[in-house]
């Protein structure tokens, strides 16, 4: 596992590793192939009373939301309009349920098998139900260890250059302070933007 991030690379402050994130190539393996792509766009969420976007703000510790309050590292995983999976990687110690939503990948490896997936060649991985169709993650993947044998992120990154930081994406249920923190991060020159 020379080559997948540690997990403790997961165990410090969340906005920390929203960025860390930007440049690294998230893999899966479903059904022996392999898809993969450089992950562009992440979102931060915060559990507890400090941000009430989270899951974990008002389901508290669930079946749903359990794997939030483990130690950072692990997937979770949820449906959402009844049909997009949504990827976050939990980022903090244990019983702090902060996550770091996976927004968007540039394309890497096995893009034919994306475009079959997704019934398209184009906009396989730009947005969070997009990308996760695209390499194959479903809810059988929840609670996985981000540097298994069927998903990982690369221990390598790529340079990024400039990163830019700005407000999160369709939490408009939030309260105005939720709205107004600027916990989503892209990499300003990346095909996604």
């Given at each position: 596992?020379?080559?997948?991030?540690?997990?403790?690379?997961?165990?410090?402050?969340?906005?920390?590793?929203?960025?860390?994130?930007?440049?690294?190539?998230?893999?899966?393996?479903?059904?022996?192939?392999?898809?993969?792509?450089?992950?562009?766009?992440?979102?931060?969420?915060?559990?507890?009373?400090?941000?009430?976007?989270?899951?974990?703000h008002?389901?508290?510790?669930?079946?749903?939301t359990?794997?939030?309050?483990?130690?950072?590292?692990?997937c979770?995983?949820?449906?959402?309009?009844g049909?997009?999976?949504?990827?976050?990687?939990?980022?903090s110690?244990?019983?702090?349920?902060?996550?770091?939503?996976?927004?968007?990948l540039?394309?890497?490896?096995?893009?034919?098998?994306?475009?079959?997936?997704?019934?398209?060649?184009?906009?396989?991985?730009?947005?969070?139900?997009?990308?996760?169709?695209?390499?194959?993650?479903?809810?059988?993947?929840?609670?996985?260890?981000?540097?298994?044998?069927?998903?990982?992120?690369?221990?390598?990154?790529?340079?990024?250059?400039?990163?830019?930081?700005?407000?999160?994406?369709?939490?408009g249920?939030?309260?105005?302070?939720?709205?107004?923190?600027?916990?989503?991060?892209?990499?300003?020159?990346?095909?996604?933007f």
């Amino acid at each position: 596992m020379k080559d997948k991030i540690e997990i403790e690379s997961f165990v410090k402050p969340p906005i920390l590793t929203a960025k860390d994130l930007l440049g690294r190539t998230l893999s899966t393996r479903i059904n022996d192939q392999i898809t993969s792509g450089i992950i562009v766009e992440t979102e931060l969420y915060r559990g507890g009373k400090r941000d009430n976007a989270s899951h974990a703000h008002y389901y508290k510790n669930t079946d749903r939301t359990k794997i939030m309050f483990e130690e950072g590292g692990y997937c979770y995983i949820y449906l959402i309009y009844g049909m997009y999976y949504q990827l976050c990687i939990t980022s903090s110690r244990k019983g702090e349920p902060d996550a770091i939503l996976i927004r968007a990948l540039d394309p890497k490896e096995g893009v034919d098998i994306m475009q079959k997936r997704r019934k398209t060649v184009n906009n396989l991985t730009n947005g969070p139900g997009r990308l996760t169709q695209a390499l194959g993650i479903d809810k059988s993947l929840y609670g996985e260890k981000i540097n298994g044998d069927n998903i990982w992120i690369s221990k390598e990154k790529i340079a990024v250059g400039e990163i830019v930081k700005t407000t999160r994406i369709g939490i408009g249920y939030a309260s105005y302070y939720a709205q107004s923190l600027k916990w989503r991060f892209y990499i300003k020159k990346s095909v996604r933007f």
